[in-house]
């Protein structure tokens, strides 16, 4: 590795040399691009019933046609290649494989991902498969969703599935995109399906969908007939604290934000600040003998999701405010409707992106050390970072987005940095190959090094994409 201008305190350098062998990938996810919401046996899922729901999704948008990947692979998996892209990472719909609560196996839904795994081979790009991505099959949630033990049973059955389908093929298995998010806003704050704000519940499910990884990387070991890798990935607050209680505030976030699931998936124990800090929201009686040891299996890579940092203080009781991930210059928080364990998310200085989160290159470079440092032995893989910006076409149809690709070249450049610092990193994925569906942000977010027109569904290689395709194919940071 070398560098030309390291040093720039603005993480804006250029020709840093990746490592042999690093990856350079792209990500999206089911719901996010796929559309054909109800075809070839597809059922619902959570996000389904969510966005139909008056209120939930800005401007009543919905994944029902997304980006149209469903019919449109062939001429995507093209564009992947063009982009020199050596990864791809996408996530299967659990409603496709297993659309009713019979759990019998829907062909139709397996052919999709056989199609999708054997088109990225053929083009030289690895697949890397996430089983979840938030799209719970409705059934289950109608079951009891996340909060109940139930669905963790449900999720071993369908990693089997997927194992015994594509387990020659696919190069590395991901379990669960971001549980955070899974528990926190889907069963606590409620911004996300399936919309419940019960604390006892997003507990519940921070520890089943503990659970599920640990049973799905058995499961899938013991039906994969190649030699896949094996990950998750976890998306983590960066703290920052102000006020007194600064280091309080952010002990109390990191316990419930970060160690919830780092210490029970790399450690095989839940910290026992965690346990403590929520005794008054639950007993934690949902931990089972034999859990512990069941979620800490090894792994091959851990991945990490980085956007930005998140600034905490400690609630003083005058102004409670409740913890959402859109609060300006916040990367996100916690809700804790009643409990004691309120901290407040606080605004953050800027240079901030369309979704008000603050760039801070500095923040990922912070928690691949500090990861690196905590988990010695485990290799790390950057699974997303981006950035959403209001993008304008210009009159020739090109689409130049100069702050994404400023905001990558930084990124890059921290990762870079954790690198001779001396983390293993082994790669980075861009959110996202597409515009997409942002989750309760509807189609008004774009993330894409992509452009997608959702009036005729056209694709343009923005600025950004072209600059990446040039890193990917040179491992070259570029000018
Ligand atoms: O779009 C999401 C993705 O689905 C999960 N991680 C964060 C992205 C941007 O919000």
Redesign the pocket.
């Known amino acids: 590795m070398t560098t030309t201008n390291q040093g720039n305190p603005d993480y804006r350098d250029s020709g840093l040399v990746f490592p042999p062998g690093f990856t350079f990938g792209s990500a999206t996810?089911s719901y996010?691009v796929e559309g054909a919401f109800d075809e070839d046996g597809r059922s619902p899922s959570i996000w389904d019933t969510f966005s139909k729901t008056p209120g939930k999704v800005w401007n009543g948008d919905t994944g029902d046609v997304a980006c149209d990947h469903y019919h449109r692979l062939d001429s995507d998996l093209d564009l992947m290649k063009d982009l020199g892209l050596g990864a791809y990472r996408f996530s299967i719909a659990w409603p496709r494989i297993q659309p009713t609560a019979s759990g019998e196996v829907n062909q139709a839904g397996i052919d999709f991902y056989a199609r999708l795994v054997d088109g990225l081979l053929e083009r030289g790009i690895r697949p890397v498969a996430t089983l979840y991505?938030w799209d719970l099959p409705q059934y289950l949630e109608d079951a009891g969703g996340w909060a109940a033990r139930a669905t963790t049973d449900a999720f071993e059955r369908y990693a089997k599935i997927m194992g015994a389908a594509l387990g020659d093929r696919v190069h590395t298995w991901t379990t669960l995109?971001?549980p955070w998010c899974s528990a926190y806003l889907g069963y606590g704050q409620g911004g996300h399906a399936p919309g419940r704000s019960e604390p006892a519940s997003a507990l519940a499910a921070v520890h089943h969908l503990n659970l599920a990884h640990g049973r799905a990387v058995q499961a899938l070991r013991a039906t994969s007939s190649g030699d896949p890798e094996y990950s998750i990935t976890l998306?983590f607050h960066v703290l920052r604290g102000v006020g007194d209680a600064a280091p309080e505030a952010m002990r109390r976030i990191d316990a419930l934000a970060n160690r919830a699931f780092t210490h029970p998936l790399l450690k095989g124990e839940y910290p026992a600040d965690l346990l403590e800090d929520t005794a008054s929201v639950t007993d934690w009686s949902f931990v089972h003998e034999g859990d512990l040891a069941a979620i800490n299996q090894p792994i091959d890579v851990l991945g990490v999701?980085y956007?930005s940092t998140a600034t905490v203080r400690l609630w003083d009781g005058v102004s409670p405010k409740q913890m959402n991930d859109g609060h300006k210059g916040t990367a996100g928080g916690t809700a804790w409707p009643g409990s004691d364990l309120a901290v407040e998310f606080v605004e953050q200085a800027g240079p901030y992106t369309a979704?008000g989160w603050n760039i801070a290159p500095e923040g990922l470079e912070e928690l691949l050390v500090s990861l690196s440092a905590e988990f010695p032995d485990q290799p790390l893989m950057i699974t997303?970072n981006g950035a959403a910006f209001d993008d304008v076409v210009a009159a020739d149809g090109s689409v130049p987005d100069p702050k994404r690709l400023d905001y990558l070249r930084r990124h890059f450049t921290a990762a870079h940095r954790a690198i001779e610092r001396g983390v293993d990193l082994r790669g980075y994925f861009v959110?996202?190959l597409l515009d997409n569906f942002?989750?309760g942000y509807g189609y008004a977010k774009r993330?894409g090094i992509v452009r997608v027109d959702f009036d005729t569904l056209e694709r343009t290689v923005k600025d950004s994409g072209l600059w990446y395709a040039d890193l990917a194919r040179t491992g070259v940071l570029p000018e």
Do not use: L, P, T
Request: avoid cysteine; hydrophobic fraction near 35%.
């Open positions: 996810a996010q991505h995109n971001e998306n999701n956007y979704m997303e959110w996202s942002e989750w993330f």
